[in-house]
């Protein structure tokens, strides 16, 4: 796990812990016995410790977090190091993230590889850094740096970490230990060496200017609206600025011990979990087989195919986008470049970068011209014609082995997959809207999807930065499927008495970024709508017809100032209200406990339904699907481990009672009775 190797009066400590070299209670006590031996040792002059394998230290042990351990503590190991009297030089490569980089904050000298990421992810998982991070960071790098790394959970790279002084020096990737060797040996006749803890000159600008933490606040709040850990992560930078080092120290520990057992962390952490969890498929042995993918193509450069074309180009597969006619193809590519050129002026991507994308791009009005592809994925009209008659083209024209995907978000895959002469080729490929930005994939398997094809998508996913999670053929698959439960219900509430702004604002307080009115208003309520068969039989279709289509016309549910600042609309009103009285609805007041049940109930009744019938894999993938597609607030961990911590015989006691009132649509599915007979839980 660890070992020692002399280079002269070097002393090279090495960490051996696959796969991410995690700070287990065996490494921290190896790891300080180490250090022990060579601080004693009169032959060693100074210190380097770095990592075999992946990365550098990825962080503590998450598993084990909160549970009690022996000493040394990672504060206690990183205070061990700090003290040391020989100079301890952090040799760091691939990620350092979370208790990996406090590890290195405690060394007295940085040195990482040009490709190397640094940062405090611990946010991410509803905890702050509870090591020293809070403390150490805002000391080399200065309050307003430290605040947006901590804060956000970003990593930096190394590039970015040298110009903030986070590191000492840069190198390139396969010189990493000779190097750090040379600059220790340097080190040894120096009489002090910098530790972070005694530094305040990067504190000076915060304490003149206190205020800028409440400017920060300010800045984040809409982000982090409804989280705990990053007013926490807050408090303990402002800790780091006001108290002495120790006090310091001892803030930044109560915050972390109180967030470490708040069911937020355990949520996001369950998240965390959940999301590695669905990369792996129960029926498909590790081994099979992958299909290389060198070229991508897309049918179709609508809202959808451009997003999608650019998750390949941005890592460096070049695609063929094919649409049917010119004026289409040209807004579609004029999009992409104009996306890109966005993300270059918000200094996410270089020029370089953006013309590299670019160049990558081919396109075609002609189908033929994706023979050589070794993925095609059709984002063509939702309609089974249209798709089915790609699908026979596709068939004609791409190579034996390429994967043929659709990114339909409801129809039935196997009815696609049956217009060809391979159906084990064709694979569902659901990217969410915008697919650029959007991290959840749906990858739809069909009765007939074969393995090789579905562990490569699988594969590809990660490599374009999507969490995947598998879905079974069904009408809406896990997502969508889930969300027209809580469509229906809102629209039922509306006509029994709610307003659109009440359902809304229960959910936005429940943690969701927006409710489903708002939702619609920005999608659009004119998807799918047509004015010469729309008929005045919902709600969407009157305001439709009145032209109110949402954000765009500048009205919808809500009416739409020139800031795109909503109000709750007096016509709509009046329109619900003549609409439910000619369907014999009698307005009456409706909590806000029913709005949240009757929208979220359903959910998990129709998640349960999706186990039942073996849609998902598990409960946890469900929860990967609304954290990451629906904004499902992660800090209760998504819908199935929101259902479990309220206790699933309260949301069959709810379904019950709604189902007296309202009829079989809330009768119980049959794993979500059995379950709260048992006191069973989905997580
Ligand atoms: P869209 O209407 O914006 O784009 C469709 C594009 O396909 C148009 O540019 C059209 O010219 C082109 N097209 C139609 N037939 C074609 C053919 N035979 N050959 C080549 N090009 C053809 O539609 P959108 O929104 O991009 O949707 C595409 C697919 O993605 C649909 O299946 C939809 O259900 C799905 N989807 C849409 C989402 C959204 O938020 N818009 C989200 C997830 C999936």
């Given at each position: 796990?660890?070992?020692?190797?002399?280079?002269?009066?070097?002393?090279?400590?090495?960490?051996?812990?696959?796969?991410?070299?995690?700070?287990?209670?065996?490494?921290?006590?190896?790891?300080?016995?180490?250090?022990?031996?060579?601080?004693?040792?009169?032959?060693?002059?100074?210190?380097?410790?770095?990592?075999?394998?992946?990365?550098?230290?990825?962080?503590?042990?998450?598993?084990?977090?909160?549970?009690?351990?022996?000493?040394?503590?990672?504060?206690?190991?990183?205070?061990?190091?700090?003290g040391s009297q020989k100079p301890v030089i952090a040799a760091i490569h691939g990620n350092a993230l979370g208790g990996g980089l406090e590890v290195a904050l405690g060394c007295h000298y940085r040195i990482a590889t040009r490709s190397a990421k640094l940062g405090l992810s611990e946010v991410k998982l509803g905890l702050l850094p509870g090591a020293g991070g809070t403390q150490r960071l805002p000391r080399l790098v200065g309050v307003e740096k430290a605040l947006s790394m901590i804060v956000?959970?970003?990593?930096?790279?190394?590039?970015?970490?040298?110009?903030?002084?986070?590191?000492?020096?840069?190198?390139?990737?396969?010189?990493?230990?000779?190097?750090?060797?040379?600059?220790?040996?340097?080190?040894?006749?120096?009489?002090?060496?910098?530790?972070?803890?005694?530094?305040?000159?990067?504190?000076?600008?915060?304490?003149?200017?206190?205020?800028?933490?409440?400017?920060?606040?300010?800045?984040?709040?809409?982000?982090?609206?409804?989280?705990?850990?990053?007013?926490?992560?807050?408090?303990?930078?402002?800790?780091?600025?006001?108290?002495?080092?120790?006090?310091?120290?001892?803030?930044?520990?109560?915050?972390?011990?109180?967030?470490?057992?708040?069911?937020?962390?355990r949520a996001q952490r369950h998240v965390f979990f959940a999301e590695r969890t669905a990369a792996k498929v129960d029926d498909i042995p590790p081994g099979v087989p992958r299909i290389p993918i060198a070229g991508v193509g897309i049918v179709g450069t609508g809202t959808m195919g451009g997003g999608i074309a650019m998750n390949f180009l941005s890592i460096g597969i070049p695609v063929t986008i094919v649409e049917r006619e010119?004026?289409?193809?040209?807004?579609?590519?004029?999009?992409?470049?104009?996306?890109?050129?966005?993300?270059?002026?918000?200094?996410?991507?270089?020029?370089?970068?953006?013309?590299?994308?670019?160049?990558?791009?081919?396109?075609?009005?002609?189908?033929?011209?994706?023979?050589?592809?070794?993925?095609?994925?059709?984002?063509?009209?939702?309609?089974?014609?249209?798709?089915?008659?790609?699908?026979?083209?596709?068939?004609?024209?791409?190579?034996?082995?390429?994967?043929?995907?659709?990114?339909?978000?409801?129809?039935?895959?196997?009815?696609?997959?049956?217009?060809?002469?391979?159906?084990?080729?064709?694979?569902?490929?659901?990217?969410?809207?915008?697919?650029?930005?959007?991290?959840?994939?749906?990858?739809?398997?069909?009765?007939?999807?074969g393995a090789s094809?579905?562990?490569?998508?699988?594969?590809?996913?990660?490599?374009?930065?999507?969490?995947?999670?598998?879905?079974?053929?069904?009408?809406?698959?896990i997502g969508n499927r889930m969300l027209g439960q809580r469509s229906r219900q809102a629209q039922l509430l509306i006509l029994e008495g709610a307003k659109p702004w009440d359902v809304d604002r229960v959910l936005t307080n429940f943690g969701f970024p927006m409710g489903p009115f708002q939702m619609s208003d920005l999608a659009g309520l004119d998807l799918g709508w047509r004015r010469e068969s729309s008929k005045g039989e919902s709600i969407r279709d009157l305001l439709c017809e009145r032209d109110r289509r949402g954000q765009k016309t500048s009205k919808g549910y809500y009416d739409y100032d020139s800031n795109r600042m909503a109000t709750p609309s007096a016509e709509v009103e009046s329109i619900i209200a003549e609409f439910a009285a000619s369907r014999r609805y009698r307005p009456r007041q409706i909590s806000e406990q029913e709005i949240l049940e009757r929208l979220l109930y359903p959910m998990i009744n129709e998640g349960a339904k999706i186990l039942e019938e073996g849609i998902a894999q598990r409960a946890s993938d469900i929860d990967v699907v609304w954290v990451n597609g629906y904004g499902w607030p992660a800090f209760t961990g998504g819908?199935?481990?929101?259902?479990?911590?309220?206790?699933?015989?309260?949301?069959?006691?709810?379904?019950?009672?709604?189902?007296?009132?309202?009829?079989?649509?809330?009768?119980?599915?049959?794993?979500?009775?059995?379950?709260?007979?048992?006191?069973g839980r989905f997580n």
């Open positions: 796990m660890i070992r020692s190797e002399p280079h002269g009066e070097v002393m090279l400590v090495v960490a051996d812990n696959p796969p991410v070299n995690a700070l287990s209670q065996e490494l921290r006590h190896a790891l300080g016995d180490a250090l022990d031996r060579a601080e004693a040792d009169p032959a060693v002059g100074a210190i380097v410790i770095c990592c075999d394998g992946r990365g550098f230290f990825a962080g503590a042990d998450i598993g084990a977090l909160g549970k009690s351990s022996t000493p040394p503590s990672l504060p206690q190991l990183i205070e061990k190091i700090e956000t959970g970003e990593p930096v790279t190394a590039t970015d970490a040298l110009g903030m002084d986070l590191i000492d020096r840069l190198v390139d990737d396969d010189s990493l230990v000779r190097e750090a060797i040379l600059f220790a040996r340097e080190r040894i006749s120096a009489r002090d060496h910098p530790r972070s803890s005694l530094r305040t000159d990067r504190l000076a600008d915060a304490v003149r200017d206190p205020a800028m933490f409440d400017r920060f606040r300010h800045e984040i709040a809409g982000k982090t609206r409804g989280f705990a850990a990053p007013e926490a992560c807050i408090k303990a930078i402002e800790a780091a600025v006001k108290l002495p080092f120790a006090d310091g120290m001892a803030r930044e520990r109560a915050l972390f011990a109180s967030l470490v057992k708040s069911d937020q962390s010119q004026a289409a193809l040209d807004r579609g590519l004029a999009t992409i470049r104009r996306n890109y050129e966005r993300a270059a002026s918000r200094g996410r991507l270089s020029g370089e970068e953006v013309d590299k994308a670019m160049s990558l791009l081919a396109s075609s009005l002609a189908i033929e011209a994706l023979a050589d592809c070794d993925l095609i994925i059709e984002a063509v009209f939702e309609s089974m014609a249209v798709k089915q008659e790609v699908f026979r083209k596709l068939d004609a024209v791409a190579k034996p082995g390429a994967i043929l995907a659709s990114n339909t978000s409801r129809l039935d895959l196997n009815e696609i997959a049956a217009q060809t002469g391979r159906p084990e080729a064709v694979i569902g490929l659901h990217f969410f809207s915008p697919a650029n930005v959007m991290r959840l994939l749906e990858v739809v398997r069909s009765a007939k999807t094809q579905l562990a490569t998508a699988m594969d590809l996913a990660k490599r374009i930065g999507k969490v995947a999670v598998v879905s079974g053929v069904c009408p809406g698959f819908p199935m481990f929101w259902a479990d911590g309220i206790n699933l015989q309260t949301i069959v006691a709810g379904l019950q009672s709604h189902q007296a009132r309202f009829g079989a649509e809330f009768a119980v599915s049959q794993l979500l009775q059995r379950k709260a007979s048992n006191a």
